[in-house]
């Protein structure tokens, strides 16, 4: 290793074995002997190359995301940008602000120092205004979406409510049903009660649905 960089060094090789150190080539001044004469293939291989065949069928796919973290990701990012572009306005502003006084103090007037201040003030109370009316109307319609939930969730319980009577309502009918269900214990006494009570189903109907053909049971 010391002696590989050793001939690296410029300098490092005498004049005498100047032409020992040139390597072999038609152009030999331009290759010294630290200086690689062919690439290393092992482990490498060329665009033109086919690929392996372990790996000749294989589809590279994209790392599965979770739909939900991802909605997460993305509206932390998005509050992030809101947070920092609010930040770099305020401190845009606040250097203006520094600036635009610097200069009405190095080349204004007393009177053009005093209307910038009462402008000022102004304007703050404009802003102060502003604010209070920003927050009402963020009041109202706070508790108006309120009002609009409570509304919504007093449907869903009437609905709710609704629906369960309903289903009550067909439970209850199937347990009046099932009095005349067949069961083990009455099934001889409902056979003997339909070969008592014999039922012919072989007849004709009109349009409107009345019998106007019978066959006799035999």
């Known amino acids: 290793m010391l002696r590989a960089l050793r001939r690296c060094?410029?300098?490092s090789v005498p004049?005498?074995?100047l032409p020992a150190a040139l390597g072999p080539g038609p152009f030999p001044a331009l290759c010294p002997a630290w200086a690689p004469r062919a690439?290393?293939?092992r482990g490498r291989k060329t665009?033109?190359?086919p690929p392996a065949k372990s790996k000749a069928g294989r589809v590279k796919l994209p790392p599965p995301v979770d739909p939900e973290e991802l909605l997460v990701v993305l509206e932390r990012y998005r509050q992030h940008r809101l947070v920092l572009s609010a930040l770099r306005a305020e401190f845009r502003a606040e250097v203006l602000q520094k600036k635009r006084e610097e200069r009405l103090v190095a080349g204004g007037s007393p009177e053009e120092l005093e209307e910038h201040r009462r402008l000022m003030a102004w304007n703050e109370e404009e802003n102060g205004r502003q604010r209070a009316r920003r927050e009402e109307r963020?009041?109202?319609e706070e508790e108006e979406q309120k009002r609009r939930?409570?509304?919504i969730?007093?449907?869903q319980a009437k609905k709710m409510e609704a629906f369960l009577e309903e289903k009550e309502k067909e439970v209850l009918q199937l347990q009046e049903e099932a009095k005349n269900f067949i069961t083990?214990?009455?099934l001889e006494a409902r056979i003997e009660e339909c070969l008592d009570n014999p039922r012919n189903y072989n007849f004709a109907i009109d349009k409107d649905g009345r019998i106007v053909k019978r066959t006799v049971l035999s």
């Open 47 to 49: 665009r033109h190359d």
């Open 39 to 41: 690439v290393p293939a």
């Open 184 to 186: 083990p214990e009455n």
């Open 138 to 140: 963020l009041r109202k």
């Open 153 to 155: 969730a007093e449907k």
């Open 15 to 17: 004049l005498p074995g």
């Open 149 to 151: 939930k409570s509304e």
């Open 9 to 11: 060094c410029p300098g």
